[in-house]
């Protein structure tokens, strides 16, 4: 039986990130904006393969999108209200439902389903009390299957990091 082709690994996007791909993420953590070139002089190789290990990355999902961090209370969103959500039934359905229902509420700004007391964890946001009111009230509460509710309000932001690679 012939031995396989070795794997191409510039190809692979399923790869595991070395050692210069970690410190080209790295970078980009501390500066989405910095270039290619600036790059490649940090970690040492030319543009090209800068370039291609960036895209690799980007086609692999390991790099899933840039954005710009933005103060929350320079835009009105000052307050962060950390909610736990559990459901009166467990159906596929329904859970599916209520998911489809949360990624519409642009107050949800993150979502992850939990085990313990409560199905879900959400992090909102809201100019203030009045409109963290108004969105639970009006919005929140009227997903169909919602068991219980509690919401803890945030007092300070003490550490607040992209995934370490």
């Known amino acids: 039986m012939p031995k396989a082709a070795p794997k191409d690994k510039s190809t692979d996007t399923l790869q595991q990130p070395d050692a210069v791909d970690r410190a080209i ?4 953590q501390e500066n989405a904006r910095m270039t ?4 490649a002089a940090r970690v ?10 960036i895209r690799r990355m980007e086609q692999g999902g390991i790099i899933r999108g840039y954005t710009a961090r933005v103060d929350a209370a320079r835009v009105r969103k000052g307050l962060m209200v950390i909610v736990y ?3 009166r039934a467990h159906s596929k359905t329904a859970g599916a439902r209520f998911i ?8 949800v700004i993150e979502c992850y389903n939990i085990s313990g007391a409560f199905d879900f964890m959400l992090k909102v946001v809201a100019e203030n009390m009045d409109a963290y009111y108004d969105f639970h009230v009006n919005k929140l ?3 169909e299957n919602i068991g219980n509710v509690q919401s803890v309000f945030v007092m300070g932001v003490l550490k607040e990091t992209p995934v370490r690679v």
Do not use: A, C, F, N
């Open 85 to 87: 959500v559990s459901l």
């Open 141 to 143: 509460s009227q997903s």
């Open 25 to 28: 993420l790295r970078l980009l």
């Open 44 to 53: 040492h190789l030319s543009t090209t393969p800068v370039h291609e290990r």
């Open 100 to 107: 489809k229902h949360i990624q519409e509420l642009d107050e």
């Open 36 to 39: 290619v070139k600036e790059i």
